[in-house]
Structures are given as structure tokens and as C-alpha cells.
């Protein structure tokens, strides 16, 4: 636990900001202050409880790492609290794709003004977009019906209609923190109910990644309610929060759940990472 709080003073430091330099209400400043509340507490009790801040702190270092090194990383929009869950996700999202063997590289442009996707995928021959949503309610949600989950992932496609309408092909993305894993279920099944209708404007779109950075707290191995507030009657939502579990095991953790289009018939072919070919890489689940 200490070395994820000491990655991120690292990196923090790197990129000329320190954690209180972010406004109280942004995401990173309040995890990382957890976090670092969490190590206190365990410094004090010697047992190895990791809760969500603290797993989400690491992951989200990673992925900045990652993100800088491909210069994919606007520092200077990064202490903006209202562009931090799109920018953070988008970056989580590329990182997947990235992984997987995919070119993937920012606008070229920085500018603002028209309708440009988020990020590139090129191939040798062709160049698509990910075009990625980060909906509020994929938001640390607690529930999200079958109704619910066909309305997000339409209006996630409405949305991004101006991005993918004019390309040779195209992957959407969408996103959100700490998604229970059967919300991400339904998130899928929503797109592969909406690609089985074979509406021709989709028929460029490889598919739809859905993800989650980190884990819902009900979720976490090793849940033990209630213990770390026994010994600590004092630490409020932290007792809510105690696990214990191996800090490394969820190190860079994206729960992933991917949507592929049956009636694709766009111009570049898709391979499993590894497969001899040229095309798009990704592994289907």
C-alpha cells in the first residue's frame, strides 16, 4: 500500500502538481487522500486492508504512466474535476486497446471545434476512431436494468454518431468507475441487442467496449464487514470500506466487457492479439 501512495507522490511530482493543487470535489485528489488516510490507519494496525480507494489509486497511476509515455496525456486539463471522468476513462479505454497490439494515438490536432473522436486507431492502411462516453450513470452505479442499460448504450451511439458517421471504421467505447461486473453484463447484452438489428450505419463499428476502472466495493476478495471498524471504531465509511487482500493482485485492473458487431463489414480485418495479420487486435470476450 505504501508503494502505491509513494507511485503516486512520484508521479504527481513528475507532472508539477501536487494532490492539493486538484479542487476537493475532483476524483483523483479524493482517492489519493484515502488512500493515503488508509495507509495511516494501517500503518497503526499491521494487517493489509486495501479498499477501493486505494485499488482504483493504483490503477489510475498506471494508467497515466502509460497514457504520458504516449503522449495521449493533456497535463494541463488533468486538475479539471468536470473533464476528469471522460479524459480518465478515455485513457483506460486506449491503454485496453493499446495492449492488445493496436497503433493507437491521439487527435492530431489539439484544437477544439468540430466533431473529433477521441482517439486513433491505424493500421497500415486505414485509420478509425475510438470514440468513448462516460456517463454519469456508469458512475459507481448500484443498479441498472435491462431497460436502463438499452438506454444508455442508444444514447451512448446517438451521441456519438457525428464521430463515427464519416470513417472507413470505428470502435465505441464507454466507461465508468467501479461497475459491479453483472451491470457491465447488461451493458453489453445492450449492444448486442442493438448490433442484431443490422441498421446500415452501424455496419463500420467492429464493436463496443464497456469497462469499468476498478472494482465495486461489494465485489472486493476478502470482504470482511465490519472488522476494521471493530478495531477502529473511530474511522466512519473506512470501516465500510476494509478488505484484506494482496496489494498487487489488482494492480492496473480494468474489468472489461466487450460487444462484437455480428453484421461488421467494414474494411479492416479483426485478430485475436498474437494472430498473424494486419487489422484490428483485440481479444473478444
Not at 477502529?232 to 485492473?253: C, K, M, S, T, Y
Not at 458487431?261 to 479483426?270: D, M
Amino acid at each position: 500500500m505504501r508503494r502505491i501512495v509513494d507511485e503516486a507522490d512520484s508521479l504527481f511530482r513528475s507532472l508539477g502538481l501536487t494532490p492539493t493543487s486538484f479542487p476537493p470535489s475532483h476524483r483523483l485528489r479524493r482517492v489519493y487522500e484515502a488512500a493515503v488516510h488508509d495507509l495511516q490507519l494501517h500503518t497503526v494496525d499491521g494487517h493489509w486492508e486495501q479498499g477501493p480507494d486505494t485499488i482504483e489509486l493504483a490503477h489510475t497511476v498506471r494508467i497515466l504512466r502509460h497514457s504520458r509515455s504516449k503522449q495521449w496525456l493533456e497535463v494541463d486539463k488533468l486538475p479539471d474535476a468536470g473533464n476528469y471522468r471522460h479524459d480518465l476513462t478515455l485513457m483506460a479505454a486506449a491503454t485496453y486497446v493499446a495492449e492488445a497490439g493496436n497503433d493507437v494515438r491521439p487527435h492530431p490536432t489539439l484544437a477544439r471545434g468540430g466533431a473529433r473522436p477521441d482517439m486513433w486507431i491505424h493500421t497500415d492502411s486505414l485509420s478509425g476512431p475510438i470514440e468513448h462516453k462516460a456517463p454519469e450513470r456508469l458512475n459507481e452505479p448500484a443498479a441498472l436494468t435491462t431497460a436502463d442499460a438499452d438506454r444508455l448504450v442508444a444514447n451512448v451511439f446517438k451521441s456519438a454518431r457525428h464521430q463515427i458517421g464519416a470513417v472507413p471504421f470505428a470502435l465505441v467505447s464507454v466507461g465508468g468507475f467501479r461497475v459491479p461486473r453483472a451491470l457491465l453484463d447488461e451493458t453489453r447484452l445492450a449492444a448486442e441487442r442493438l448490433f442484431a438489428t443490422g441498421a446500415a450505419e452501424l455496419k463500420h463499428v467492429l464493436g463496443l467496449l464497456a469497462f469499468s476502472v476498478g472494482l465495486a466495493r461489494k465485489e472486493l476478495p476478502g470482504m470482511l464487514p465490519g472488522a476494521y471498524g471493530e478495531r477502529h471504531p473511530g474511522v466512519g465509511i473506512h470501516a465500510a470500506l476494509a478488505v484484506e487482500i494482496d496489494p498487487g493482485r489488482f494492480d492496473g485492473l480494468i474489468v472489461p466487457r466487450i460487444a462484437r458487431n455480428p453484421h461488421y463489414a467494414g474494411p479492416v480485418s479483426i485478430y485475436r492479439p498474437g494472430e498473424p495479420g494486419n487489422g484490428f487486435y483485440l481479444p473478444f470476450s
